[in-house]
């Protein structure tokens, strides 16, 4: 049960990622959602509850096996050998870009956001899987309410991280908007007062996400050939330091997005 979890928790956690960039992307393009959008982001959501309800009451066998595969074994090795990807995969690759503007910008476009997004995602998921397992839990070096609040953003325990409330946040205002009829001024051309796009930040935050969801997966159970490993307190860290700085500022352009729609809307 535990082994099958992990894969249901990834599904429901890309399906929650790939239909909220969908609507982040299409806002403009459309003038109400179809239903099939947040349907699908509320079937992720689902998934990923169920699932973590399901590990809350199952327990993790470990294989008999002595000598058993660890693909971590064969990633640390191709990371110590500095090997090259393979020239053919990054034609592959490139080829759909070269020919898309050819067929129309927007898909140019929608291809560089896809590959933007897997890039960031693999990056992560590489940056937890390398290095030695680890056998042993450890537990945070702190007590009182330091120890507490660190326990609650533990990614190692529970799924649901801060960027994914943030990132639910942001797709719920999204379908409100066009049902209630108040736009957003998405600060994406002309003289932006912010750096970012909320759009654009937003769609950054669901890659933190899925690598922030990934800490919680790989430490409850084995996952394509990856052996369930407890993450040190460097990588967990470094999650919650790239999520500072990752959503504050996308719930800071949010909320002045929200508020000046409202005060356009209702003037």
């Known amino acids: 049960m535990r082994h099958v979890s992990e894969y249901s928790m990834f599904f429901g956690i890309l399906i929650v990622a ?6 982040i992307r299409n806002y403009d ?7 099939a959008s947040y349907i699908l982001f509320g079937i992720g959501l689902a998934i990923i509850v169920v699932t973590f309800m399901m590990n809350r ?3 993790y066998h470990e294989d008999t096996y002595v000598h058993r595969k660890d693909n971590r074994d064969a990633l640390n090795k191709w990371l ?3 090997r090259p990807f393979s020239k053919w995969l990054i034609g592959i690759i490139m080829i759909p870009l070269l020919f898309a503007p050819f067929y129309s910008w927007p898909l140019f476009f929608q291809l560089i956001s896809l590959y933007l997004f897997w890039g960031v995602v693999l990056t992560g998921f590489v940056y937890i899987l390398k290095g030695d397992r680890v056998e042993v839990e450890e537990n945070w070096d702190y007590k009182g309410k330091t120890k507490t609040m660190l326990e609650l953003i533990d990614y190692r325990k529970h799924p649901f991280n801060i960027s994914l409330f943030i990132y639910i946040l942001v797709i719920v205002s999204f379908v409100l908007s066009k049902q209630w009829g108040i736009p957003f001024y998405m600060e994406t051309g002309g003289n932006p007062r912010y750096v970012t796009s909320l759009p654009s930040s937003s769609v950054l935050l669901s890659c933190l ?6 800490i919680y997966m790989i430490s409850q159970g084995d996952f394509f050939g990856f052996r369930k490993a407890e993450l040190s ?3 967990v860290m470094f999650i919650h330091f790239v999520e ?3 959503c504050g500022p996308v719930l800071m352009i949010w909320v002045f997005t929200v508020i000046n729609a409202l005060y356009v809307h209702f003037r």
């Not at 790939?18 to 609507?23: D, F, H, K, V, Y």
């Open 18 to 23: 790939l239909s909220g960039n969908w609507i």
């Open 29 to 35: 393009s459309v003038s109400v959602y179809p239903k």
């Open 57 to 59: 009451f199952s327990t």
């Open 80 to 82: 110590q050998d500095n």
């Open 209 to 214: 996400m899925v690598v922030s969801a990934f």
């Open 233 to 235: 307190y460097d990588k």
């Open 244 to 246: 500072i700085y990752c």
